[in-house]
């Protein structure tokens, strides 16, 4: 097809973000026949088919490189959700590796980090980090991918690169190229995000863009192209390829896995949508009369135990605008059963956490 063509518009099960060129060309060798679709708003796609061997026919992925930093991949996500309507959204790519990782291995994020947002005073920079997660479905399914070998046998032949290890671990995103650990941001980021083992540019924007996208799963996953305690560009021109390869390989084992779930004889059609204002009233409803949440403590006490969400709630009070937020935070990010038994834990045989727990089993959410 020329420049000019396209392949229309319509669905496509997953969008598939990158950055780079290289990272693009990792990702569409995974395709068939990938096809330009009308530029929405001037953002070209392409669309190919993805064959895992779970789904005759295979199933319609969509791609588009965003090119560096987190705005950019904010709203890509955004404009991905309007024009195809996907069931998951992942940013594939290279990272530099903080630590406890080697060169060509994968890291797919539980959690994403902003390292750069804080106050810069006259005594120095005091940071003030932010978090968004990855979508608690697809952390788990990244965690069963990361512990076999499966995924290893997607990757492009190339003998001289050693056998990756995948990781579910947390990485940091800024704007800037961190070029060592000693630096001033690679300092910063052992103080404020001790656990990111790695570091890119456009993580934290794309995980925003799917929080305002309820409706959306969202992961990032990352191939260790550089070290930060051992940069250089010849690190990139080897190690960028095969850093891409291998997240991709990764990427598509999980997208074949995450597909094949949702395509199995006999399982249920996946249904999405959000909670109507009465029932969500009737759940913070709930969640109020549970004893003991209007204390700052307790409330912070529920939060914490709450990783995959906890940390994109405010920590105040149980207010009720507090409480619609927290049940809001579980609802996109499917976790209001893990909600339930948090709460089952805090305040065992209390009959709200009970009937919390039969509303929710009730709506279809636990």
């Not at 605008?321 to 579980?330: G, I, M, W, Y």
Request: net charge negative; aromatic share 4%; charged share 25%.
């Amino acid at each position: 097809m020329g420049a000019g063509d396209t392949g229309g518009t319509g669905r496509a099960d997953v969008v598939v973000l990158t950055a780079l060129e290289i990272e693009y060309r990792a990702v569409r060798a995974h395709l068939e026949d990938p096809r330009p679709v009308r530029a929405e708003r001037g953002s070209l796609f392409e669309t190919g088919v993805f064959r895992s061997g779970t789904r005759p026919g295979g199933r319609r992925v969509a791609i588009h490189m965003t090119g560096p930093g987190n705005p950019g991949a904010a709203a890509l996500v955004e404009r991905a959700a309007a024009l195809f309507a996907p069931q998951a959204v992942l940013f594939v790519g290279v990272a530099g590796g903080v630590k406890d990782v080697a060169l060509g291995d994968v890291v797919a994020a539980d959690a994403v980090y902003d390292y750069e947002t804080g106050k810069d005073t006259e005594s120095g920079f005091l940071p003030r980090h932010k978090t968004h997660q990855s979508a608690y479905g697809l952390v788990q399914l990244a965690r069963n991918v990361a512990a076999a070998d499966d995924w290893q046998r997607r990757i492009l032949p190339d003998a001289t690169a050693p056998r990756p290890r995948a990781l579910v671990k947390p990485i940091a995103a800024g704007g800037r190229v961190v070029g060592h650990e000693r630096s001033d941001v690679g300092l910063r980021l052992a103080a404020v995000a001790g656990d990111a083992i790695a570091v890119d540019m456009e993580g934290f924007g794309f995980l925003a863009g799917a929080y305002v996208n309820q409706q959306l799963d969202a992961l990032v996953i990352r191939g260790v192209s550089d070290l930060l305690g051992d940069k250089g560009e010849a690190h990139d021109e080897r190690w960028q390829p095969v850093a891409s390869r291998h997240a991709a390989a990764f990427a598509f084992e999980l997208i074949g896995r995450f597909l094949g779930a949702e395509a199995a004889p006999g399982a249920p059609a996946r249904r999405r949508r959000r909670l109507g204002v009465q029932e969500l009233g009737g759940l913070v409803d709930l969640l109020l009369e549970v004893p003991g949440l209007s204390s700052p403590a307790r409330w912070q006490q529920l939060l914490d135990e709450l990783p995959t969400v906890g940390t994109a709630v405010g920590r105040q009070s149980a207010s009720r605008a507090e409480a619609l937020a927290l049940l809001r935070t579980c609802e996109a990010h499917r976790a209001l059963g893990e909600l339930v038994s948090v709460l089952d834990v805090l305040a065992p045989d209390d009959p709200a956490v009970a009937e919390l727990a039969r509303r929710v089993e009730e709506l279809g959410l636990g």
